[in-house]
């Protein structure tokens, strides 16, 4: 079965500090996608950055960046700089291709992410 | 920047009542899809929908639930008799044809059943 595990059920940080949440996944696939999505307690769910396995490099969107070690079937997101806007629910997700030829986003537990002033 | 759209944000409703959760995905988008998130726990996916057909179920999408997409523009998410136990967060989200490509999501609808 196809997991994702988040072993940080809680997180903080100091404003301006940088912070790693941690993500590791169960694949058999040698091609796939990986994501981080933001959850703030309006209970939006916002994309924050994606990764495609075959792509050597970790992407980074400004402040958000990854580590992405695919041997290890690693995910961690770094947060440089954080803010106070921050301060959210972070959850992994990884795309599962299902029998019907479908995609379905498998999501890890989550970290909540306390960001102190 | 094109979003998907949820309607009610919160719905209140008696157990035993149908319910339906109404979601407008993005235009150019093809797949769609319902997610639940059980209050304090992680999301889960219930339901794909592609070429007006259902493309995948999760064992949590009984006989109880339905997806209908009325007039293609409308994606509309039908709980036939609601248990206590269907109170939850539940998500729309769309995607373009492409494959790997990001999911978007609603804000979401909460569903109190009393």
């Known amino acids: 079965a196809q997991t994702v595990t988040q072993s940080q059920p809680e997180m903080s940080v100091q404003e301006a500090e940088t912070v790693t949440l941690s993500c590791t996944y169960d694949t058999s696939e040698s091609d796939y996608y990986l994501f981080w999505y933001k959850q703030p307690p309006s209970r939006q769910m916002i994309l924050v950055i994606r990764?495609?396995?075959?792509?050597?490099q970790n992407a980074t969107e400004n402040r958000f960046s990854v580590n992405f070690q695919k041997a290890a079937k690693s995910f961690s997101l770094k947060i440089s700089d954080s803010q106070l806007g921050d301060a959210a629910m972070y959850f992994c997700a990884h795309i599962l291709i299902t029998q019907g030829g479908s995609e379905k986003l498998v999501f890890g537990k989550g970290t909540k992410l306390t960001v102190n002033p | 920047e094109p979003e998907v759209t949820q309607t009610p944000s919160h719905q209140v409703t008696q157990m035993g009542q149908e319910v339906i959760l109404r979601c407008v995905p993005i235009?150019?988008?093809?797949?769609f899809y319902w997610y639940r998130q059980i209050l304090g726990q992680k999301v889960e996916f219930l339901v794909s929908?592609?070429?007006?057909?259902?493309?995948?179920k999760s064992e949590i999408f009984d006989d109880q639930f339905s997806v209908e997409r009325p007039d293609g523009s409308n994606f509309t998410l039908k709980i036939r008799s609601t248990k206590l136990e269907d109170s939850a967060m539940y998500f729309c989200?769309?995607?373009?044809?492409?494959?790997?490509?990001?999911?978007?999501f609603g804000d979401g609808t909460r569903l109190s059943i009393l």
């Open positions: 235009s150019n988008h093809l797949y």
């Open positions: 989200a769309s995607r373009p044809n492409r494959g790997g490509q990001p999911q978007h």
């Open positions: 929908f592609y070429n007006n057909e259902i493309s995948e």
């Open positions: 990764q495609e396995a075959y792509k050597q």
